[in-house]
Each structure stands twice: as structure tokens, then as C-alpha cells.
């Protein structure tokens, strides 16, 4: 067939939009995997130029975008060819910026948005001042100085240097966050455990156990069980168990559980290092160790990681795998190495976990479990 002919038939191209897709830092292949399975043909990926953040041009729906599980939040990306940021008060570019808010409010119900946040450099300056009070005005909605639902985010673009150099002012960018909290902020998580593992971070861990729905799962030390609620959400499992020695995080645990819909879920009040399981039953071991700060002390974890790497032996199934995130760093590593005769080190990645102003620096390893006779998969 002429291929002229076959364009005809196509439906009509929408125009692509660019967005910014923010990740925690160290997760962004499996992120960059997860937009190309989820948006396909619609996106395009631009080059990284700031860790975290994944730019892409998109021609799909919006809602589609709601949907990603391995990401903090997606913003869309406004380009403003003003010299300042006081040119937004312009008739025809705060119009522009009240459009692109309502394009963001139309994805949601119309309650969805109650607060509005601007963040940027300079935020109390006269000029940002009277933007967020004339937005404020013109949406209705109520300004708030810290986690609004309506978050804009304005700065320079971020390869803003390549077009100075080139001799013309890059202008200013306006990032609307597409949901009124972080994509990673769950529905599920009605209890909230200090020390809890951020659902994107658990999602990717689950899905670095490459999922299957014929899985046994088991969530060593699983307090609210963020890891199970989203290995189901990734794939169900043929029999999913989270254990805990602390009966008020079980607790918490089971009401996250509930909130998910996620079906039977087994969550017991076991040691994560003396499990009362058979041996060789389980296809894939996901654990949120206690990183020694906030959760445990590092004194307790010389005693409890070697048990719990060692339960995690005995009864993962030859090539089954074990994620595992801490920022025990060393201790785990030692212990790993010294455990070589049952466990091939498959991946190792460092993530930065916005923590208290600051960042927690905590790595994810995947394990795989040898043969008996040290045969590798
Ligand atoms: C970092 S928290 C896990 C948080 C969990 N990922 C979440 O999102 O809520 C570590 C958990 O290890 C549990 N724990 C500590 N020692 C344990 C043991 N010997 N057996 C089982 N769980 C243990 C603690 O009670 C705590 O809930």
C-alpha cells in the first residue's frame, strides 16, 4: 500500500507536550523502562541533564501519566520567552500559565486543588509575591507557603548556559505538577510508619525481582508492608508473606494492606532470621533493612543482617532473588562477599532518599540465590 495512503488513515497526531518526570536519584533506568512501557510510542526521551529529572516530549494522554509507579512526580514543562519572571504578570503570558493550570485541574475532580505553592529562587521577592497572590486569585485557590496541591515550580531552563553562550536569554520555564501530591504519596498508605520505604523506591524493587504471578514472595521485615502492597501492584503472587517482629507495625501494616485491595497477603509476627518456613519455598525475598538511624542501631544489625542473610538462604529457591535496600553499607557488603558461596551480587544501585531537609544515601542490591553446588543462573 502507498504509503501516503497509510498516513491518511492514521488518526491524527497530537501535538507533544513537554514534561519533566522527577525520580529519586539512582532510579532512573528503571524509570526511563517503566515511561517506555507505559507511554510507548507517544514519548520521547531528551538527554538527562539534571539527576532525577527525565525530560520527555509526550503526545498521549495526560491521565496515562498519573498512572507511573516508579516516579515521584511528573511535571508539565512551559517555556516563557520573558526576560524576567515579572513579564508573568503580562496580560498574555498570565494567561497562558491560567490555561496550562486548568489543563492540570481538568485531569482531577474539581475539590482535588485546594492550595497553590510557587517554588523558586527569590520566592518572597515583591514580584513572586504578587504572581501567587494573582494566582491565588484567578484559581481560587489558597496560597500556602509548603506542600500545596497546585505546586508550580519556576526557573531558568535547565540548559540554560548553552543558549547564553549562545548569545540569546533563555527565558524562564513554569513546571506544573500534574497531581495534587507526589505520584508516590499512595492511596493505600492510611498508616504511616516512621521509617516507612517511599512506594516508588519499593515499586522498583519489586520489579527488580522480576515479578512473576506464579511467585512465592516473602517480605522480611516488612513493618507497613510498602514492599508487598507494591510487588501486587506490580504482579499478583501465588502466595505473598510479610513478617515482622514488631506487632504495632504489623498492625500499620494490615491497614495498608486493607486500603490496597491487594488479595491474601499472610503478614505473621516472625524473626526475620529464624523463620518457620520449609527450605527452598520462596522465588523472591524483598527487604527493607533496618538502615541503623532512624530504625535499629548498627550494633543491632552486626546481630540481625548475618541472620537474616543467612534465613534468606535457606529458603530462597535456587535462582531466586533477593532485594534488599540499606545504608549499612559496609556491614552488608562484607557480609555479601563473605556469603559468596550462596548468594552472585546481579546489581547494585546507589539512590538518594530525600530525608529531614538533607538526603539519605542508602543502596539497593539484588541478589541471586546459587544452586546447591555453587551452580550460578
Ligand atoms: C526499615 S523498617 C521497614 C519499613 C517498611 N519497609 C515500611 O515501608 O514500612 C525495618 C523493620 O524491621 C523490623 N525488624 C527488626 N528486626 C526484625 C527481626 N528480627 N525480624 C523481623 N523484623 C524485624 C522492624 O520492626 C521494622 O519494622
Redesign the pocket.
Known amino acids: 500500500m502507498p504509503r501516503q495512503h497509510n498516513q491518511q488513515r492514521q488518526q491524527p497526531q497530537r501535538e507533544a507536550a513537554a514534561f519533566e518526570v522527577e525520580v529519586i536519584p539512582g532510579l532512573e533506568d528503571i524509570a526511563g523502562q517503566e515511561l517506555q512501557r507505559s507511554l510507548g510510542r507517544h514519548m520521547v526521551r531528551e538527554p538527562i541533564v539534571r539527576e532525577g529529572l527525565l525530560p520527555i516530549r509526550y503526545a498521549g494522554e495526560r491521565t496515562a501519566l498519573l498512572g507511573l509507579a516508579t516516579v515521584l512526580a511528573v511535571y508539565e514543562r512551559h517555556h516563557f520567552a520573558i526576560p524576567r519572571p515579572k513579564a508573568l504578570l503580562g496580560q498574555s503570558a498570565f494567561d497562558t500559565l491560567l490555561r496550562a493550570i486548568e489543563t492540570v485541574r481538568a485531569l482531577h475532580p474539581r475539590d482535588a486543588f485546594q492550595t497553590l505553592r510557587i517554588s523558586a529562587a527569590g520566592e518572597e521577592s515583591s514580584v513572586l509575591v504578587r504572581l501567587r497572590e494573582q494566582l491565588a486569585n484567578a484559581t481560587g485557590l489558597a496560597y500556602v507557603a509548603e506542600e500545596g496541591n497546585l505546586l508550580l515550580r519556576l526557573r531558568r531552563p535547565l540548559d540554560a548556559r548553552k543558549e547564553a553562550t549562545q548569545g540569546s536569554d533563555p527565558g524562564w520555564e513554569v513546571l506544573i505538577r500534574l497531581s495534587p501530591r507526589p505520584l508516590s504519596a499512595r492511596r493505600w498508605r492510611v498508616c504511616n ?1 516512621p ?3 517511599n512506594a516508588s523506591v ?1 515499586h522498583a524493587m519489586a520489579l527488580l525481582t522480576q515479578p512473576h504471578a506464579d511467585d512465592v514472595v516473602l ?9 508487598l502492597i507494591e510487588r501486587l501492584a506490580a504482579a499478583s503472587a501465588r502466595i505473598a508473606v510479610g ?4 506487632g504495632g ?1 504489623l498492625e ?2 494490615r491497614a495498608n494492606v486493607a486500603a490496597s485491595g491487594a488479595d491474601g497477603i499472610r503478614l505473621e509476627l ?5 523463620l518457620p518456613t520449609p527450605d527452598a519455598w520462596v522465588d523472591a525475598v524483598l ?5 541503623g538511624q ?3 542501631s548498627h550494633e ?1 544489625n552486626l546481630e ?1 543482617y548475618p ?2 542473610l543467612r534465613e534468606a538462604a535457606r529458603v530462597t529457591v535456587a535462582g531466586g532473588l533477593f532485594a534488599a535496600i540499606t545504608q549499612d553499607i559496609r556491614l552488608w557488603e562484607r557480609l555479601v562477599a563473605d556469603a559468596a558461596a550462596d548468594w552472585t551480587l546481579r546489581q547494585l544501585l546507589p539512590i538518594k532518599l530525600p530525608f529531614g531537609g538533607g538526603h539519605l544515601r542508602p543502596r539497593i542490591y539484588v541478589l541471586q540465590r546459587k544452586g546447591l553446588d555453587g551452580h550460578i543462573f
Open positions: 510508619l521509617g516507612a520505604l519499593a517480605n522480611l521485615a516488612c513493618g507497613s508492608a510498602s514492599l513478617c515482622d517482629m514488631d507495625a500499620c501494616a516472625w524473626d526475620a532470621g529464624a527487604a527493607d533493612l533496618p538502615f532512624l530504625v535499629g543491632r540481625l541472620r537474616i
